[in-house]
């Protein structure tokens, strides 16, 4: 397999040139990709990627210039991380929102295995991030099929985010138990990573029973995408240590940020998996400079010591990764951002 890092891009069976003058890293072969890719807790520098704009527009996120946009300011967003260091794009998982409920959630949810596959053609280092796929909305082998297809079609930069859901009328349409969709997602998760790992999974559970099913083609990840539960509950915390790969907080722990990374820690410890547990830290909201518009409150702005200061206490307090928030305009701004995160607070990491 070849290279994963190119001095162009290219789209649409055309060479794209972003116009930045400093290269690209130079090229490594396709066997170091598990090293290179992985969000490592014991690396010297936290790693951080982006939630998606556009692809999904809740009311409590969202900025009203992402209205205005689609597939194409997504791909230059998406390009530029990638060539700026950013670690991951991340995409979420709604199926359809109840319409009572679409005031404060919104309709706009992007399909993430369609909106991840196209982000992944665009670009060639960044790994691709659902954050987080509903895995009770579907069946098992339909979740391993779907992302280890895209893990092959991307060169293993898949990391499948999972979570129960939380929308009851959403479960409902889908003539799904609402009541049952944590041991669903329990039963689930040990469904993929099965599927991921083994070319004819066998299983007998609660909610799904099936043999004898072959499914190609086969993740380039060894064993597959890794799984990373989100949600700040107590449940979601237990399940990310003791099921999973990783935890993608949403929003802070009630028990709060310190006692949840003890609490992952000690029941990682019992848990019998081997891997490193990968911990995301709280999302930083930023604006690298001073804004000649409003922000709000929680908008860190500034010099870029502040963003770098706030990702290391992150980090010292266990955190392998995290998402980070620009506060912006318009598309072009949120390009302009990204660069100077990349040139003044990245250099700071």
């Not at 410890?269 to 001073?290: C, F, H, N, Q, V």
């Amino acid at each position: 397999m070849g290279s994963l890092f190119l001095d162009k891009y290219f789209y649409g069976g055309r060479r794209v040139d972003l116009g930045v003058e400093k290269p690209l890293p130079p090229p490594q072969m396709s066997a170091a990709r598990k090293e290179e890719n992985t969000i490592d807790s014991q690396s010297a520098k936290i790693a951080y990627g982006i939630h998606m704009p556009i692809a999904q527009q809740s009311p409590t996120f969202v900025q009203p210039w992402e209205a205005d946009c689609g597939p194409e300011e997504m791909r230059e967003i998406a390009m530029r991380c990638d060539l700026r260091g950013f670690r991951y794009l991340a995409v979420s998982d709604h199926v359809g929102v109840p319409r009572d409920l679409v005031p404060h959630m919104s309709a706009t949810w992007y399909d993430p295995v369609a909106t991840l596959a196209f982000l992944g053609a665009a670009t060639c280092r960044i790994r691709l991030m659902a954050y987080v796929s509903v895995l009770p909305y579907r069946h098992p082998l339909q979740t391993a099929k779907s992302y280890a297809t895209l893990d092959c079609l991307t060169a293993g930069r898949v990391i499948l985010g999972v979570g129960a859901g939380h929308a009851e009328k959403e479960f409902t349409a889908l003539g799904l138990d609402f009541t049952k969709r944590g041991k669903m997602l329990e039963e689930a998760i040990g469904c993929v990573e099965q599927a991921f790992r083994e070319d004819y999974p066998e299983h007998d559970g609660e909610f799904w029973s099936y043999k004898d099913l072959g499914q190609e083609p086969r993740p380039v990840q060894e064993d597959g995408p890794p799984i990373w539960v989100g949600g700040s509950s107590r449940s979601a915390l237990r399940r990310a240590a003791e099921l999973a790969d990783g935890w993608l907080p949403q929003g802070p722990p009630a028990m709060g940020m310190a006692q949840a990374i003890d609490f992952l820690r000690e029941r990682r410890a019992t848990s019998g998996r081997t891997k490193p547990l990968e911990i995301g830290g709280m999302a930083l909201d930023t604006y690298i400079g001073e804004p000649s518009h409003a922000v709000a409150d929680k908008v860190l702005t500034g010099p870029p010591e502040r963003m770098a200061e706030f990702m290391h206490e992150n980090q010292r307090a266990g955190c392998s990764h995290m998402c980070v928030r620009f506060h912006v305009r318009d598309a072009r701004e949120m390009l302009d951002q990204i660069d100077a995160f990349a040139e003044q607070v990245a250099v700071l990491l």
